[in-house]
């Protein structure tokens, strides 16, 4: 069992991806927005990009689209009656809004025909046709009242199914084996990734629907108006409101194209300011200590004038388009009194005595006005496509980054224990051969490197810090490349026999007992309070069950207040003494305990039969181990032996 591979730079095969590359061809000819001193996200290093309503945002706009009516399976077919069909797709949704927003279009044309009834019984003093009407009139009000707030609520169901297929199918892409350390790692990765996951896809569903709602039955509306226009008024109507639409279409195009842009620069600010304050939050002690409040308000003024500064471009370019939007709106309805009065004027009427012109006129108004007022809907939606654009870009990026990284992990063959790819490797032992490991930024960290490693070895890795000990670990967990040779693993490992600690211990938002089975809860196996009480004994953290009260009460951020650092990596080899694995991997888990816990706890793997594979800059552990790896930060090393072999 092995894998090797050449290393090649994900940045490389990015830079090859077709979107980008059109992209960057539009940024010679676009004027950027200006976005500087990005704090901390390693945007600030690229080059900006340009984010427009283009053929890009189209095949963006197609792939989320595709996620939302997708069938997940052979048998269902996304349009299926069933319930797995109903749960992933979201058309039987859309079509039950679309029929109730057509309902309330009903309701709404009798609605807007009342005043011309209203109109020629009142001018005839017709009281039985008045008390006749009037109660239909009242039932056809609330008709429409109920059917416009139970479109509102189909609105919202279906902005949160949007939500919930496009952020399950992010997460289906993004947290798995290998990707996730990958993006996050990436030379490319997306700016804020929590934020694009956590508020953009919010957004963009909030904008989807409202286009939805507001344009997808406007075709047919548009054409039953647009009938009932030409039938009062001739040709000469429908192609006035035509002719004007076009002209509002032709200048909203026009007026959208620098929003999206800004759109774009803005969330990404507004995920920088977001960041900076998570930060503020997470280091407020080492903040405090270096008396660094001064400083960090200063930056954090400094991310809210750029926050600012982006928020109010969007502003600014929005101006523009609401002022064309509004004109077209009011001047709307002028134009449609135009329309009404050419028939009058041309006296295709004038054989009506006044009741019946007034009924006339209130009827032929509402079709004309109506008519443009659906045209105005429609282009006011240039706003919402400017913004749906922006966060398309942005949920866009993510899941671009993504296929390249899965793209990278494909044509090498990864081997890591947890996914069992299995070869005719049959020791026990993991075998480096000939490891060569260059760095991303092509730093050769080892070269030529051979270790066996078998299940009875207890191995540490010393040298000065950037050697490359931890790059060994990556490699060896397969999140790593090596450029020449390969690492042998076990064939009958299983996951929970190796288990990995990190300098800085990884407390999961959950019980003291999950934190314990962390990564492997499930509810068939379970750690028992006896046996919870005997790990904190073993780790000498026993004080712990006092300040939770029970062992299933769940905690968050309270984990890092509660427990010391040193308390904290001593928590974390719970799940090694829980776990019992073959293999234990310590990159430095035990910098922050004192010595007295370091030595209590190597004795217990050690009385545990445990291969250790350590890495540590306490000499006091070297007696721990019967073989010596030093580094020398230059691309050699040397292997030692000690006592402890013999
Ligand atoms: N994700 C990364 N992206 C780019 N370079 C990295 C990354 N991780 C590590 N490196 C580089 O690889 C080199 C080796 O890093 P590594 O973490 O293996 O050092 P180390 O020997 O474990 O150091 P220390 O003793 O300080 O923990 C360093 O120069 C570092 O800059």
Redesign the pocket.
Known sequence: MWYSYPFRSIATLINNNNIHSEQQQEEEQEPMIDLTSQQHSSSTQKKKSHYSFDRIFLKRLYRLLQVLFRSTSNQDRFYSLSLKARQNSIFWLYIAFITISCGTEILYYYVGLMPSRFYGVLSSKDLPGFTRFIIPCIILVFGAAAGKSLLSFMGELFSLKIRRLLTQYVHDCYIKPKTLYSVV?SPNAPDNPDQRIAQDIDKFADALKGIVENLIIAPFLVAYYTWKCWAVTGFLGPFMIYGYFIVGSILSQMLIRPIVNAVFYKELAEGNFRFLHVRLRQFAEAIAFSRGECEEHTRAKESLNILLDNQRKVVNRELPLHLSNESFSYFGSILSYLIVAMPIFAGTFDDKDPSELSEIISKNSFFCMYLIFRFTVIIEQSVKLSDLAGYAARIGEVLEVIDDVDDELDHISVYHPIMGDLDDYDSSSILFENVELI???G?Q?VSNFNLEISNTDRVVIL??????????L?ALAGLWHCSTGRIRIPKDILGKDFVFLP?IPYLIDGSLREQIMYPYNSSSMTVSDIQIRELLHQVQLSHLEEMIQSFDARFGEEWQKMLSPGEQQRLMFTRILYWKPRFAVL??ATSAMDTNSETHLYNILNDMNISIIS?S?HVNIIDYHNKIVT?DGLGGYKVDETSLSK
């Open positions: 790692t760095s991303p930024q730093k960290l040298g000065p810090n950037g050697s490359g000990k931890s790059s060994l990556r300098q990159d430095e890495i800059h580094l």
